[in-house]
């Protein structure tokens, strides 16, 4: 008779660490043997250890909330190759739908690309914050009380060195709390707030997660993105400088500063900024092209040129960079490349000769689209 495996690895993404880590708390509390990647590992043997501890265990769990998938269209992002890692080799996988998350939603189903469309296929268990116990027991007995076919294999004393030392580090957390959960939920609220331009309703969300958890900088970098657009720029610069007091490493927290330095005027300063997110992350595309827009307003054309030009070497087919590029040609008075950039654009996506929609898509400044309307004219 086949045996029934106890073996999990667990799959999240980094800002849903509590809801990841409430589940690897219940599991283990119920003799399972889970791998949680708490400290992202920072070895060279990341990728073999990550793979093989998914190979080497039956039951694949994926938390599932809104905005899990949101970089999941880049081939290069770790949770799709999780998952993908975990399709290919056959393994039991358990999605567990957080509050807020649905399938059919705009702004997660445009996330569900390659094979990731296969995980509509799977049963899936609701795990809302005020019923995590009762969901979990079922979880426990239905989901994970399973065989499975597909061989597991052994792991690498490297990878199995890994394994243990997460576990060192996620059992010496301290339980999560149902409070702790809740300021998930309005966590992932805020976020689908921010996708549907709520931008009050995504900072009275944020508010709530920040009061309820007053250490968590993620929470103050978003709901500085939700003061950005509001132009509430010193709300943005407060926010930020708590972030980077809370998190110095979080890349986000520079870039919306810079942007609200840029907003006040104060382009010195934005500019200083973004010099610092490049120091830290030579190729934070965002960095190049606020440092470009930047430029381009205090005047530098030559230096914002640059910086759209890196932004597009970094990512090919960067509509903001081959549009900033066209855009500063011409404040160069050199049209012939700047037509050529816009008509790049256009063979991209035809809607470019449209410079309302132009500057609506890309957030451009008045400035900037009547810019664009010029080169329209020439094309």
């Known amino acids: 008779m086949p045996k029934i495996e106890k073996t999990v690895f667990i799959s999240y993404r980094r800002t849903n660490i509590y ?3 409430a589940v690897y708390q219940d599991l283990t509390s119920h003799d399972f043997d889970v791998f949680l990647d708490y400290e992202r590992i920072d070895s060279g043997d990341f990728a073999q250890a ?3 501890n998914i190979k080497a265990r039956a039951h694949f769990i994926i938390i599932l909330t809104p905005s899990a998938l949101e970089r999941c269209d880049d081939p290069n992002d770790w949770l799709r190759k999780e998952i993908e890692c975990a399709l290919d080799n056959k393994r039991n996988i358990v999605p567990l739908m957080m509050e807020g998350f649905d399938y059919s ?5 445009k996330h569900l690309v390659g094979k990731l469309t296969l995980l509509k296929n799977y049963n899936a268990q609701w795990v809302p914050a005020e019923f995590f116990q009762e969901a979990m027991t079922r979880v426990r007995n239905r989901f994970l009380n399973t065989t499975i076919g597909s061989v597991l294999h052994p792991l690498s004393t490297s990878a199995d060195n890994e394994a243990k030392q997460q576990k060192v580090i996620a059992d010496a957390q301290e339980t999560v709390t149902a409070e702790t959960l809740t300021a998930e939920e309005y966590f992932e609220q805020g976020f689908q707030h921010v996708e549907n331009r709520n931008y009050d309703d995504a900072i009275m969300s944020y508010s709530e997660v920040i009061r309820l958890m007053p250490d968590l900088a993620e929470a103050y970098v978003n709901r500085s993105y939700a003061y950005l657009r509001k132009q509430d720029y010193k709300r943005v610069i407060t926010d930020c400088t708590m ?3 809370l998190n110095p490493d979080l890349v986000g927290a ?5 942007l609200a330095y840029y907003g006040l005027g104060d382009f010195e300063q934005g500019i200083l900024i973004c010099n610092e997110v490049i120091r830290r992350q030579p190729k934070q595309v965002e960095a190049y092209i606020n440092r470009a827009e930047t430029n381009f307003s205090a005047g530098n054309f030559k230096e914002a040129l640059t910086d759209f030009k890196k932004a597009n070497q970094i990512r090919s087919a960067l509509r903001f960079g081959i549009a900033g590029q066209a855009i500063t040609h011409h404040a160069l008075d050199d049209d012939d490349n700047a037509v050529k950039q816009w ?3 256009c063979r991209l996506d035809n809607r470019f000769k449209d410079a309302d929609w132009a500057g609506k898509e890309l957030n451009w ?10 080169l329209i004219g020439k094309l």
Do not use: D
């Open 343 to 345: 008509k790049m654009l």
């Open 365 to 374: 400044r008045p400035e900037l689209i009547e810019e664009a309307r010029k």
């Open 105 to 109: 939603s705009p702004s997660i189903e």
């Open 50 to 52: 990550i793979v093989e």
């Open 243 to 245: 972030a980077i007091r």
């Open 254 to 258: 520079y870039n919306n500063l810079s």
């Open 19 to 21: 809801n990841a880590l």
